[in-house]
Structures are given as structure tokens and as C-alpha cells.
């Protein structure tokens, strides 16, 4: 009868002596707690490697918004850097201080920077520049000499 039950269930005399030898007020336990989970991934980001890369961008000169200040807490960097740019300079200034194992990748460089920063990157508007060139073509136009404009017989 035992061997119908198992050739039935497709298991083996061994599992089902286990599962017996597990059970515990006709409710079958495991063998400690289940591990499913509970490690690290391999490829983890590690705590120096994000710290090195916060105290990257924490080292950027950063500027409170000039007409948004009482509004957002939003910070400004210069209208010359983006992220692309401040990983770079990370690569560079990082590759010789830090192990290359806790060099971390662009798109984590990225991920830091939107999620655990708000700053964003100055970027002068258009009619403040029309306006500036506008008054340096002014001031130009009066200090340059007047031709005397020769009139042409026709």
C-alpha cells in the first residue's frame, strides 16, 4: 500500500520519511526559517561606492532659484554642467582615490543624482539673453563713430 502511495505521488521513501519526522500538531514545519530573499544581490551597489558618488555632487557650488525660493527648496547648478558632465569629472577625479570595483556605473550616478537630490540645472532664458544682447548692441552702436555718408550723383 505504501508504494501506491508514493509511485502515486511520484516521491521517494526518503522525502516522505522527512515530511513525517516535520510535522507537529498535524501541521508540517520546516527546517528553520525559509532563506528565499534574504541575501544580497551579487551586484548591489555597495554603501562606500554611493557615498563616494554623494559626495561627488554634494561637492558642485549649488544656487537657490532666484524668483522660486520661497516656493521650492529646488537647488541650481551651473547652466555649464549636466549629468553626463558631473559623472565624467566623477570617472576622473574617483579613479585614482577609489577601488575601480566601487566605481559606479552612469545610469546609478543618474539614479542618485534624480532621486535623492532636488537640483536641477540653471539654464538662462532666452529672453534674458535677447535683452543683454540687445543692450550691448546699443551701447555699441553709440559708441561708435558716425561715418560721414558721401551722397552719389546720379
Known amino acids: 500500500m505504501q508504494e501506491i502511495f508514493l509511485a502515486t505521488l511520484g516521491i521517494s521513501q526518503t522525502f516522505a520519511n522527512n515530511a513525517l519526522q516535520n510535522q ?36 558642485f557650488l549649488v544656487v537657490d532659484g532666484h524668483y522660486t525660493r520661497k516656493d521650492s527648496n529646488r537647488k541650481y547648478l551651473g547652466a555649464d554642467l549636466n549629468i553626463k558632465r558631473m559623472y565624467k569629472l566623477y570617472i576622473v577625479q ?15 550616478y543618474r539614479k542618485i543624482f ?6 536641477s540645472f540653471h539654464v538662462p532664458k532666452k529672453k534674458t539673453n535677447v535683452q543683454f544682447k540687445h543692450i550691448i548692441n546699443t551701447k555699441q552702436e553709440k559708441s561708435k563713430p558716425e561715418k560721414k555718408r558721401k551722397k552719389i550723383k546720379s
Open 24 to 59: 507537529q500538531d498535524g501541521f508540517f514545519i520546516g527546517e528553520g526559517e525559509n532563506k528565499r530573499g534574504k541575501h544580497a544581490p551579487y551586484n548591489k551597489t555597495t554603501n562606500t561606492a554611493m557615498d563616494s558618488v554623494r559626495r561627488h555632487i554634494e561637492s
Open 114 to 119: 534624480k532621486e535623492e537630490y532636488n537640483f
Open 94 to 108: 574617483r579613479k585614482d582615490q577609489i577601488p575601480e570595483k566601487d566605481i559606479v556605473s552612469q545610469a546609478v
